[in-house]
Structure formats: structure tokens, C-alpha cells
């Protein structure tokens, strides 16, 4: 998976793609979402940037289980926080499961995928 990346997202020309693939294997679907844009607040004197999240499915072109994925340097670098949702064997979902759309956080807090 590719990333592109703007902060005027309706000028099509100030689109940038970034230079490389999110991670070193085949992923086949990938929902990114940005949970600290509006909240985040670095340690005084530090110029972090807000974590970013994505939900990958690892595998071939039907995939598999869906991962927590994790960046904290502006996209470039990206980290496998583990898996969170497997598929079941022998049921609807045994052979692939794929991102959809962006998490959503829900009135209550608790984030919908």
C-alpha cells in the first residue's frame, strides 16, 4: 500500500505520494485513521507528531487477519502492533478478512470498525 497526502485536499495538485510502500510485505487492503488530530498535544520542548494508525490485512490478494499498524514519524516508518481480528475457520470468515472504511469514534469514546 501507497500513501498519498495533502493538507488541502480539494487542490488535486497539492497531492504527494509518499516514496515508499507502508511495509516491507504483500498487504491487500489498508484503512488509515488519525484518532489525535483534533486532541493531541506533545510533551512541552518535544515537536511530536500525533500518532497515525492503520488497520492492514497482511497476505496475498485475498489476505487474511486484520492488524494494528502504527506510525509516529509523519507516515515514513510503520510498526506491526499485532493482530486484533483472525479469521474463523469454518465460518463465512475463514479465509479472509479486509479493511474496510476508517474507524469511527463513537459518542461513547470506543472506536467502530
Known amino acids: 500500500t501507497f500513501i498519498s497526502s495533502t493538507k488541502t485536499p480539494g487542490t488535486l495538485s497539492s497531492w504527494k505520494r509518499h516514496n515508499s510502500s507502508m511495509f516491507s510485505i504483500d498487504d491487500c487492503g489498508t484503512a488509515l485513521w488519525f484518532p489525535h488530530d483534533e486532541e493531541f498535544e506533545p510533551t512541552k520542548g518535544v515537536t511530536a507528531l500525533p500518532p497515525a494508525y492503520a488497520v492492514a490485512t497482511f497476505g ?3 489476505g487474511g487477519n486484520l492488524s494494528l499498524v502504527s506510525s509516529t514519524d509523519g507516515l515514513n516508518t510503520w ?3 499485532g493482530v486484533f481480528l483472525r479469521t474463523r475457520p469454518g465460518h463465512w470468515d475463514n479465509a479472509t478478512l479486509s479493511a474496510g472504511p476508517s474507524p ?3 459518542m461513547d469514546g470506543n472506536w467502530l470498525l
Open 79 to 81: 510498526k506491526d502492533e
Open 60 to 62: 496475498e490478494l485475498r
Open 104 to 106: 469511527v469514534r463513537l
